[in-house]
């Protein structure tokens, strides 16, 4: 029985198929077309895209692939909020989250301990309608089964924002076995070749590692992402938990898709990891 506070799914046959079978076999397929990066390492964060599976669905599975049969007590899932504008971070307080595979449990201890907490609110239409953290549980289910979900939705998406994140949930988080997921889509509508352009500057950046200078593209206009805030603020956390690298698995848009070309988004999987010999050394 599904409780009334439970979050149902907003993009179910639209996003992604709503029939359970369908949307089961469809997650299968993506990551079975998915290629094999090598990461060495334990693996802390994901950065995933977010449009319907049809077009970034290849993509993200690059990124969910490399967790595949992993086990995680616990997955936070950081998204950018499409529906409503709101100072700082919402998470959802009510209940579950639902999709066609099934209930998502909410860590209600975690949400409990970050109930009133400066910055950190509950904005019910922040969840209601949004796509970028629903399209991320189903590959989640898939891939890992079993986990508790921490679901952020983050309205402003400046550099504090993100950094006061990051700080809060760090000593919350430390010692569990965690997954974190930033959920963003690259440049929109833009001509091929200058989305490619344009999403080179973030690439280059998550690459890097360096979530300054992904802030600084962004800020400055040399770069465009809906989710800048929840990569900067994964990138800086999944340091804090001890990642020492990032890898960039792949990007592609929407024309490689489409071939339509004159109007694309652009769309990123990438890692950060903690490497083997950094943990062997007590590095």
Known sequence: ????????????????????????????????????????????????????????GGVAAEAYRQVAGGYY??????????????????????????????????????VDDLDGVEGITWVPQAHLQEHALEVQLPFLQVV??????????????????????????????????????????????HRYDQAVELDRHIVDAVAGNDPRELWRVVSGGEAEACGAGPMIAVLLLAAALGATDTKVLAYRNSGDVSGERRQVVGYMAAVCYRRREAKEGGA
């Open 144 to 189: 890992l089964g079993e986990f508790r979900l921490l679901p952020l939705v983050m309205g402003s998406q400046d550099w504090q924002t993100a950094r006061r994140l990051a700080d809060i949930l760090a000593p919350r988080i430390a010692g569990r076995r965690v997954l974190l997921v930033a959920s963003s889509d690259l440049s929109h509508f």
């Open 73 to 110: 007590d616990l997955v936070v899932v950081v998204s950018p909020s499409h529906h409503a504008w709101f100072q700082g971070v919402s998470v959802y307080r009510e209940g579950d989250y639902l999709t066609p595979l099934g209930i998502v449990p909410v860590d209600r201890e975690l």
């Open 1 to 56: 029985m599904v409780r009334s506070g439970v979050r149902r799914p907003a993009v179910a046959g639209t996003f992604y198929p709503a029939d359970p079978e369908t949307l089961r076999r469809e997650v299968d397929r993506l990551l079975g077309g998915a290629g094999s990066v090598p990461v060495s390492g334990e693996i802390i964060a994901l950065i995933s895209p977010h449009a319907g599976y049809v077009y970034s």
